[in-house]
């Protein structure tokens, strides 16, 4: 039936497939299936007999013949309708995409009533016109109208959704503006169909010679042959009679003025052209739908209002945020957290100190020796279980202003490497005095002057770069600046790390200098050989310097490292102190013209560091601005240590100290990595028998006063049927049993804030809330401990019995207790009280793979709320009676706050223990441990290591567990042994 409709009825050069092939790609590239059809007459009807526009429409919706389409038919003269009641009726609340076809008056008139309709505003509309005839007078600007001058821009605006499809070689034609002088396409298309009809016959009439020709055979003949026209182009006839036309899609640009956007080939059958440039093509359905009741409508006087309320809004957060923060900071201020209770520091007296040697490790007894009595007996203390320099202030009231607590405040949050650390200060008059870090090595001025010290220039590099890594980060610090910068403030850790001391505070430190030096004496003098010539002209320098005066002082301490001649050292003249002042004081007028600086002998500098003396001249210039800041300084000197040697600094110079330490020779030749290591060794075992803090008073010789804690958990477990186990096992089995088992323990432990204090056979003793206090979360720590070792306790194999499971019990409990240390050879940590024996109850009277709890303990976790406990009932105890206990279930999901102490974090899933990391030690001759001639202890002490593969030979690895020689401490009293120790052997899986 399609095929007769094309065979039948044919309107001049219009390729009706063509242009719906055409249309039917557009369509599926932006997925259009809704159209509105909008068409009328049209000065065509003389020739096809009927509505060419009628026609057209019909061949493009029979081209979308496969397609579910949904379309709206508008025959403007049938449906007797005006354009504006069919765009706003028909089209405008269901259609986006409209289909257009008239003559081009009919059509302006359109795009004028469509403008009106604001279908143009917001893009959300597109009108496809379709011109089977181009004419010249419309071709560039099709919207302009001699005659209708006054509603141009309105079409103009209309046209602006249009995208019109003409026949190419239409659209490409000369322009001709007297249509006249062009000719009538008409006769065009009358010559090119007689012509392609004489062709036809002659190419038919010797197969008809002797009959008569049909019409039919005729048409038959000419599908798809081609033929040239009269102005010699190819013509092509389809399967439905239609010439094959090549079609242009126009489109109006910002100007107004018509563009070609794509070109099809109907030969082709495909889009040849495509440059949409700025054009958009809209959905067939508005993005606010065809009422706009997709999109929310706003009022403008309610956005300003929202809009001013947000303001406020956001304001007042401001504000408040602002108050907040000026609060927390002032409450930071006055907090005080630096300041500190003269009562809280241990000063080492003179029995203190005259013992100090033989408790200290080696490590230290070197470093003091190296740096002599002088630093060693300087004002020096305890803090907190914190080693501490003290430095005395001058005996005067002081009163703290709000800028000096915040300065105050920053010195405490200070933290850099190359700053010494401030610990606080105490102000109460006479015990004024600043704590500070200690740095055993003393100051960089000692090294220096210490002959015994031979530094390469690897190390001098590391020194000088050390100082301008702290200015660097101290001049961008709130203090700003030194303002006393030289040698003697510059300390060394016993990492050889250099940190500055003695900057800021300066409201404290101001009448030190004047107080304890008298300004004749040569003390007072060198003081200023550092200072920079623009603050000695001063006749009242800031106490905190300026910048350009630390570089200043930095120079003259380069020159110190390089020269190693004491402080402003001068070659050629002997000047004191007081000279070299006022001479530097004067400038270049009191040095015949040149400014008075320290010698840099050649034959002191490398000629690889021939940059240093350069950097050191231009730092100690007399016009401060020609002085460089740390910033350039900082990364000049990284440049200048990249030429230096790769060597260890650490391992260099730890070579050099002890050769050049003569109080240490014997112990150097006889020290060796061997005996560093088991001697580390050894103090790490100490600080596993006892809280680090008790340690480190006891290795000083002071008394551990006992303590009393108002309120900490107690753990006990032991193994049920171990006793039967033991009888039916080796010796060496059960060792290894509880040394599997114990190790597994003690890793997991170290995932909880508690202490272990003893294991006695198959019983296991754990506190928290002690030696340090942990407001109420010792009970929320040793409960998850008891559950992650009882969910470890149910995987462990037993090596000689991997089918047998262990039964753990345990018990806790919650309360006071007093703990102290015990005994003078092989001194305990014991706790002492009613509640560790209660809950030694609990575990007796527990059962097996169940954790016991008592009533104390259960209200400091109900307060934690995260944790599954039952009631078990009463039960009868030794000494106590009927008491009601409970069960420990389980931990719960959640987040819970218990006062301001205990903050417990959401977690997810049942706790596990971690997988243990198996470690092995092994010990032989060759690595035992030596003796460790030389050393006094007040503790005799005897460690006995076990080895899980030694070699009979001595080498490590080898087959089964033996007892390998024992390494000793030996004093001159007596000798103790203190524990036997092995390494976990164990393997859970998480």
Known sequence: MRDEFYHLINIGSAGYGSLGEFLHLVANNFGWNRFALMYEKSELNEIAGDNACFLLMSSLIDEFGGTELDYQVGDLQLLNITYESFLKEKIGVNYGIILTCANHSNIRNIAIEAAKLGMMDRGEYLFLNFALYNNARYADRPWFDDNDIENNEMAKKGFSGFLT???????????????????????????????????????????????????????????????????????????????????????????????????????????????????????????????????????????????????????????????????????????????????????????????????????????????????????????????????????????????????????????????????????????????????????????????????????????????????????????????????????????FVLKISDFGLHFLRGNEKSESIDEDSYEYWKYFLWTAPELLRM???????????????????????????????????????????????????????????????????????????????????????????????????????????????????????????????????????????????????????????????????????????????????????????????????????????????????????VYKVETIGDAYMVVSGLPERNGFRHAFEIARMALNLLDAIKQFKIRHRPEQPLLLRIGLHSGAVVAGVVGHKMPRYCLFGDTVNTASRMEQNGKPLKIHLSGATKDILDKVGRFNIITRGEVEMKGKGKVKTYWLQGEMEGNTYLGDDLVVPKQTGAQRPCTPRPTRHSFSERNRPKLLDGRRTTLSDQINFISENPKSNGEDGGGGDQRVPEAEIRSDETEVPLLSITSPSFDISP
């Open 165 to 495: 499809f003409y026949p190419y070689r239409e659209a490409e034609f000369k322009k001709v503006e007297n249509q006249s002088i062009r000719g009538s396409f008409y006769l065009d298309d009358l010559y090119n169909s007689m012509l392609m009809y004489l062709q036809a016959i002659g190419n038919k009439f010797p197969t008809y010679s002797n009959q008569t020709l049909r019409g039919c055979d005729i048409v038959q003949s000419m599908l798809g042959k081609s033929y040239l026209d009269s102005k010699d182009d190819e013509i092509i006839l389809n399967c439905n009679a239609q010439k094959v036309v090549e079609y242009a899609l126009v489109a109006q640009d910002p100007d107004g003025i018509s563009k070609i956007i794509g070109i099809y080939s109907g030969k082709n059958k495909t889009v040849i052209y495509w440059e949409p440039g700025n054009f958009t093509f809209p959905p067939d359905v508005p993005r606010c739908g065809f009422d706009l009741s997709k999109c929310p409508t706003y009022d403008k006087v309610n956005i300003l209002l929202i809009s001013l309320i947000v303001v406020i809004i956001l304001g007042l957060i401001i504000v408040v945020v602002v108050i907040c923060r000026h609060r927390k900071f002032t409450a930071e201020i006055y907090s005080e957290a630096w300041k500190v209770n003269y009562d809280d520091i241990v000063f080492l007296t003179k029995d203190r100190r005259s013992s100090i040697h033989s408790l200290l490790p080696s490590k230290e007894l070197d470093e003091m020796s190296l740096v002599g009595d002088k630093q060693l007996f300087a004002e020096i203390g305890y803090y907190k279980c914190i080693r501490v320099a003290i430095k005395k202030l001058p005996d005067i009231k002081i009163d703290l202003k709000q800028k000096q607590l915040y300065e105050l405040k920053i010195m405490k949050d200070l933290s850099n490497d190359n700053l010494v650390k401030f610990y606080g200060a105490c102000i109460d008059n006479p015990h004024n005095c600043l704590l500070i870090e200690y740095c055993p090595r003393g100051s960089l001025q000692d090294i220096l002057e210490n002959p015994q010290y031979n530094l390469d220039w690897s190390f001098r590099m590391s020194l000088i770069m050390d100082i301008a890594k702290g200015m660097h980060y101290l001049h961008g610090t709130y203090i700003k600046s030194h303002g006393a910068l030289k040698s003697s403030n510059c300390l060394v850790d016993s990492r």
């Open 539 to 753: 006749s009242d320098p800031p106490a905190e310097g300026t910048n350009k005066g630390d570089v200043y002082s930095f120079a003259i301490i380069m020159q110190e490292i390089v020269m190693r001649e004491g402080v402003f050292y001068t070659k050629d003249r002997r000047l004191e102190p007081k000279e070299i002042v006022e001479i530097v004081r004067k400038g270049p007028d009191g040095n015949n013209g040149v400014p008075l600086r320290p010698t840099i002998s050649a034959d002191n500098v490398s000629e690889e560091l021939d940059e240093v003396t350069a950097l050191i001249e231009k730092c100690w210039s007399e016009d401060p601005h020609e002085r460089p800041d740390f910033t350039a300084l900082k990364a000049k000197l990284r440049h200048l240590s990249r030429k230096e040697t790769d060597m260890n600094l650490l391992d260099n110079l730890l070579t050099r100290m002890e050769q050049y330490a003569n109080n240490l020779e014997t112990l150097v030749q006889d020290r060796t990595k061997d005996y560093l290591e088991e001697k580390r060794k050894c103090e790490e075992v100490l600080y596993q028998l006892l809280p680090k803090c008790v340690a480190q008073q006891l290795i000083m010789g002071e008394a551990v006063t006992a303590e009393a804690f108002d309120s900490v958990t107690i753990y006990f477990s032991d193994i049920v049927g171990f006793t039967e186990l033991s009888a039916k096992s080796a010796p060496m089995e059960v060792v290894d049993l509880l040394n599997d088992l114990y190790g597994l323990f003690d890793y997991l432990l170290e995932n909880f804030d």
